[in-house]
């Protein structure tokens, strides 16, 4: 087992209904995995046969307070950070990972390597590195995001300070004037695809293709507890994020400027 790095699922007790399919999707499609396995949560207990090697339980109400208190119990000085719901649907290739955590090593400047690669002409700005990088841009829309991801564990504590929630991290932190020298990479050819781009749940229901997916795996998803999105949820999410690409660093201001 590396112990420089450590697989970290951030998720919470209300979510626990993911954590059979996290579980199984890595047993199957990351077999190989040799980082010490660690779920986050509230208070629930990992059910027996599960593959996380330890819960570490924090009763908090902020996500960022909650993965703080964690990120101080995790000796790693490398996490590999992921929401219950962002496990990947293909075989992952852990000779890449082991080749990008040996490359932050060589490099002080890496915070961050994402697993996967942006959309070609999406909203994300990146450069070409190599045949096995591209560096996003510093004030590039989702710079920073809950996308599963290699973070050095000081970074991610700096940048998760304030009391915040998942998604201002991703839309405001990507912004943020403290993560401006910093080199962010994508790694090419992990293996990591999601069921979809944003996991497998969207404000609080399975995306389509989610049921097919787990039953594939041998499990029944209650659907009575999470619904599944509908095609009128689905139509509403595009538009929403077809405005906010549009003029994301203007609708960021505007975000600011009402918290304050």
């Known amino acids: 087992m590396r112990s420089d790095c450590s697989l970290l699922i951030d998720t919470c007790d209300k979510y626990r209904d993911a954590w059979n399919i996290c579980s199984e999707t890595i ?13 986050l949560t ?21 996500w960022s307070i909650m993965l703080h208190k964690a990120l101080e119990k995790i000796e790693s000085k490398y996490i590999i950070f992921m929401l219950e719901d962002q496990w990947s649907i293909t075989p992952i290739n852990q000779d890449r990972i082991d080749m990008a955590i040996d490359k932050m090593e060589n ?14 002409g999406g909203v994300k700005k990146t450069i070409k590195v ?6 996003l841009v ?3 829309p989702y710079r920073l ?3 599963p991801g290699i973070f050095r564990k000081d970074f991610l504590y700096k940048m998760t300070e304030e009391a915040i929630s998942p998604w201002d991290f991703e ?11 910093v080199k962010v990479l994508e790694l090419q050819n992990s293996g990591w695809s999601r069921i979809d781009e944003t996991g497998a749940i969207y404000r609080g229901k399975w995306v389509p293709g989610v049921r097919k997916y787990a039953q594939s795996l041998g499990i029944e998803i209650d659907l009575n507890s999470r619904h599944e ?15 906010f690409n549009l003029c994301p660093s203007l609708i960021i201001g505007v975000q600011k400027y009402i918290k304050n």
């Open 27 to 39: 047993r199957i499609n990351w077999s190989d995995c040799h980082y010490k396995k660690i779920m």
């Open 171 to 181: 839309r405001i932190k990507s912004f943020d004037e403290i993560g401006k020298n």
């Open 107 to 120: 490099d002080n400047d890496i915070a961050v390597v994402y697993l996967e690669t942006a959309k070609e």
């Open 145 to 147: 995001s809950c996308a």
């Open 130 to 135: 190599d045949n096995d990088y591209n560096e």
């Open 229 to 243: 999105q509908s095609l009128l949820d689905v139509l509403k999410r595009r538009i929403k994020d077809f405005i």
């Open 42 to 62: 509230e208070k629930a207990d990992i059910p027996d046969g599960y593959i996380f090697d330890e819960v570490i339980h924090v009763d908090a109400t902020n």
């Open 138 to 140: 510093w004030g590039s």
